[in-house]
C-alpha cells in the first residue's frame, strides 16, 4: 500500500489486524526467522492472549508491531500490521514512518514490560518519568504535568502516590515497579496495551494485585490488551480470545473457553497438560507425579507415569532447626553504632524428614530464602540451632562443615548466574568431586559426570557443552546433576522452577520427585508458587515477616487453611479454568518492611495446635475476621 491506508471491511473492524507477519534476525549462521507468517485480530475493548513456550516468537511478535525490532537486530521481512486508532481508516505500522510512529507509541499504544527495573530510567525520578510522557503527548506543562502523575498513581492503587513522585526506582518493590510502568503505560489513555509477561517475576499476591488493576483499568477505559504469556492460569483470569505460537508460527486461535475446553493442536494439548492445577490433590494426603506431554520432532509424546510419592520416613528428622534467627545490620551512625536491622528470620523451627519434601513457601522478603541460605553456611545465624543428623552445626569443627556442605546441597532460580560461562558443563559437574575429594581417577570422574548428566535427562556428550549452549530447563537439569554430584542427603531448592516455562517446570518438578524416590533425597523446596508445591510437598510451612504462620501437611495447609495469610496466598492463585468464577476478593497492600530500629523487636507469634501436626499461628481476632 503505498499510502500506508487501507479502507476497514465494516463498522467494526478490529483495532489492530497482523497480517502474514514474519521476522528476521541476522546471525552469524545466517537469517533466522523467529516469527512466520502469524496473523490475527484484535477487537477494542477485548484481551488477546498471545502464548507459548519461550523461544515460540510471541515477545519478537509484540515489539514487531510498535516495530521496536527495528532496534533489536530484527526487521520485518513480510507482512502488514494494520492499526486503526479513530475506528475508520488502517495506518500499515509496518510502512509508517518513524515520526508517525512516534506519535503512536505511547500515546496509542503503549507497552508494559516483563521487568520493571530495565524499563525505568534509575537516574530520574518517579515522578519525572510519567511527567515526560504527559509533557511529550499531551503537551502539558511540569505542575499539571506532576499533578496527573500523581492522579495515575493513585489509579494503580499505589500508597502515598506524592511522596513516591519523588522517589527512584531502586527504591521501589517489584510489584511497586510494575505498576509505575502500568500507570505511565496508561498516562495517554492509550486505545492498545501490549503486556509482555508482566507478572512473571512477581509474588502471587502482587501478580494477582497487577492483574486486578489492569482488568479493571480496562474496564473503565475501554482499551484493548494483547497479554504475553506462558501462565495459563493468567490466560483463563484475563483472556477473551487465545493465540497460541509454536516455534514461530501461530498453531491455534479461538474464544478462551473454547480452547481451554477443546485445544486441537497437539501443541495446545500438551502446555495445558502440563499446568499444575490448584486443588488437583484434593483429597489425597501425598503428593503425585503425573506423566507429561512433550513435543517430540512436532508430535506429541507422554513421558512419566502416575505415582504417589510415599517416600518419606517419620522415624528420626535429618535435619532439626530450633528458633533459627537471621539478621542484617543496615542503619549506621558516623560513629558506627547500628541504628536498623533486618530481621530476616526470627525464631523459625521446623524439621525435615529423610525422603520429605518440605515446602518453605511466602512472597519476597519473608525470609525463606535467608533460611535456605544459612542452613547453606552462606548467611551467619543470629541465634537458634540447627541440627543435622544429630549434630549442631555450632559445635561442629571446619572439617566437619565441609562435610555437611557435602550433604546440603543448593539448587538456585538463576542457573545460568549460577554456572560459569567459562567451564564446561562437565567441569562444573565434576567440580564438587574433585573439592569433596569424592573421586580421585580422573576416567571415574568423567564417567561419574556422564552418569549424572543421563539422570537428569541429558546426554552424555552434553558434557563439553558451555551453559550459553543450553536452554533453560537444560541448565537447570544441568545445576540439579551438580547437586547431585556429592551424593547429598538434602537439597534446598530455591525458587529452582519458578522462571521456567509451565511445561518444562512440569518435567523438572517430576524429574526431583523421580531422584527423591531413588536416592531417598529430602528437599526443602522454597517457592511462592502455591500449584507448584500442592504437586510435590510432603508438609509446607508458610512464612509472613520471618516467621512461620503456619505449618502442617500438604493436605492440611491446602484444604483446611487456619491462617488469613495463608487463606490470601492460595486465593491469589490464577486457576487454569476461564468456566470457574473470578474470586472477587480484593489484595491489597505490600508486605511490610521487615527493617526495624534497633530495640524495637517483631512479637513472637505463639502457635496452636489445631490438629495434630498442623500448627497455626493465633492472629487478633480482626485479622482473622477480615482475611
Known amino acids: 500500500m503505498s499510502d500506508n491506508k487501507a479502507k476497514p471491511d465494516s463498522a467494526s473492524a478490529p483495532l489492530l489486524s497482523v497480517r502474514s507477519l514474519s521476522v528476521e534476525f541476522g546471525t552469524g549462521g545466517g537469517a533466522f526467522r523467529a516469527v512466520k507468517d502469524v496473523s ?203 493465540v497460541v505460537m509454536w516455534k514461530g508460527e501461530k498453531v491455534e486461535q479461538g474464544p478462551v473457553r473454547e480452547i481451554f475446553a477443546a485445544p486441537k493442536h497437539p501443541y495446545t494439548r500438551a502446555l495445558l497438560s502440563a499446568v499444575p492445577r490448584l486443588g488437583s490433590l484434593t483429597g489425597q494426603p501425598l503428593p503425585k507425579r503425573t506423566p507429561v506431554i512433550v513435543m517430540d520432532g512436532g508430535e506429541p509424546k507422554q513421558v512419566g507415569e502416575t505415582h504417589i510419592q510415599n517416600t518419606a520416613d517419620y522415624t528420626k528428622p535429618i535435619l532439626q532447626v530450633g528458633k533459627l534467627t537471621t539478621r542484617f545490620d543496615v542503619g549506621k551512625t558516623f560513629f558506627g553504632r547500628v541504628t536498623h536491622r533486618v530481621h530476616a528470620v526470627e525464631e523459625v523451627s521446623f524439621d525435615i524428614y529423610p525422603g ?122 544441568v545445576c540439579i546433576a551438580r547437586a547431585l554430584a556429592s551424593d547429598p542427603k538434602l537439597i534446598i531448592a530455591d525458587e529452582s522452577v519458578s522462571a521456567l516455562d509451565v511445561s518444562i517446570q512440569a518435567q523438572i518438578v517430576n524429574l526431583l520427585m523421580e531422584l527423591q524416590e531413588r536416592r531417598h533425597l529430602s528437599y526443602l523446596f522454597i517457592t511462592h508458587d502455591m500449584a507448584v508445591v500442592e504437586k510435590i510437598s510432603h508438609r509446607v510451612a508458610v512464612m509472613y515477616l520471618g516467621q512461620i504462620v503456619e505449618i502442617g501437611t500438604r493436605q492440611a495447609v491446602f484444604e483446611n487453611p487456619q491462617h488469613s495469610y495463608t487463606r490470601k496466598l492460595l486465593s491469589a492463585v490464577p486457576i487454569a479454568d476461564p468456566e470457574r468464577e473470578r474470586a472477587q476478593t480484593r489484595i491489597e497492600g505490600e508486605i511490610p518492611s521487615p527493617v526495624r530500629p534497633v530495640g524495637q523487636e517483631p512479637a513472637i507469634h505463639q502457635m496452636r495446635e489445631v490438629e495434630p501436626g498442623h500448627w497455626v499461628a493465633i492472629e487478633p481476632e480482626r485479622l482473622r475476621g477480615a482475611a
Open 356 to 477: 520429605e519434601t518440605l515446602a518453605l513457601v511466602g512472597e519476597s522478603g519473608s525470609g525463606k530464602s535467608t533460611i535456605g541460605r544459612t542452613l547453606q553456611q552462606l548467611v551467619e545465624p543470629t541465634g537458634g540451632t540447627v541440627r543435622f543428623n544429630g549434630r549442631d552445626m555450632a559445635a561442629m569443627s571446619q572439617a566437619d562443615r565441609r562435610r555437611l556442605r557435602q550433604e546440603i546441597q543448593y539448587i538456585f532460580q538463576d542457573p545460568f548466574a549460577s554456572l560459569d560461562p567459562r567451564h564446561t558443563v562437565g567441569y562444573s559437574i565434576a567440580e564438587p568431586i574433585i573439592v569433596h575429594g569424592l573421586i580421585r581417577d580422573r576416567k571415574a570422574i568423567d564417567r561419574r559426570v556422564q552418569e549424572l548428566l543421563e539422570q537428569v535427562g541429558l546426554q552424555p556428550q552434553h558434557a563439553k557443552r558451555y551453559p550459553h549452549e543450553f536452554s533453560g530447563g537444560q541448565r537447570q537439569r
Open 40 to 242: 490475527f485480530d484484535v477487537q477494542p475493548g477485548r484481551t488477546l492472549a498471545v502464548v507459548g513456550e519461550s523461544g515460540s516468537g510471541k515477545s519478537v511478535t509484540s515489539l514487531a508491531i510498535m516495530r521496536l525490532t527495528d532496534y533489536t537486530g530484527g526487521r520485518i521481512v513480510g507482512g502488514e500490521v494494520l492499526f486503526r486508532p479513530d475506528g475508520t481508516e488502517a495506518l500499515n505500522l509496518v510502512e509508517a514512518s518513524d515520526a508517525k510512529l512516534r506519535e503512536i507509541r505511547g500515546n496509542d499504544i503503549a507497552m508494559i514490560f516483563q521487568e520493571p527495573m530495565t524499563s525505568l530510567n534509575p537516574v530520574f525520578t518517579i515522578g519525572n518519568q510519567i511527567a515526560e510522557t504527559l509533557t511529550l503527548h499531551e503537551g502539558l506543562n511540569t505542575r499539571d504535568a506532576r499533578t496527573r502523575a500523581k492522579e495515575l498513581l493513585q489509579k494503580v492503587r499505589l500508597p502515598d502516590a506524592e511522596k513516591l513522585l519523588d522517589r527512584y526506582p531502586h527504591q521501589l518493590s517489584g510489584g511497586m515497579r510494575q505498576r509505575v510502568m502500568i500507570a505511565m503505560a496508561l498516562a495517554c489513555n492509550p486505545k492498545l496495551l501490549i503486556a509482555d509477561e508482566p507478572t512473571t517475576a512477581l509474588d502471587v499476591t502482587i501478580q494477582a494485585q497487577i492483574l486486578n488493576i489492569v482488568r479493571d483499568l480496562q474496564q473503565e477505559m475501554g482499551t484493548a490488551v494483547i497479554f504475553i504469556t506462558h501462565d495459563m492460569g493468567v490466560v483463563a483470569e484475563m483472556a477473551d480470545d487465545v
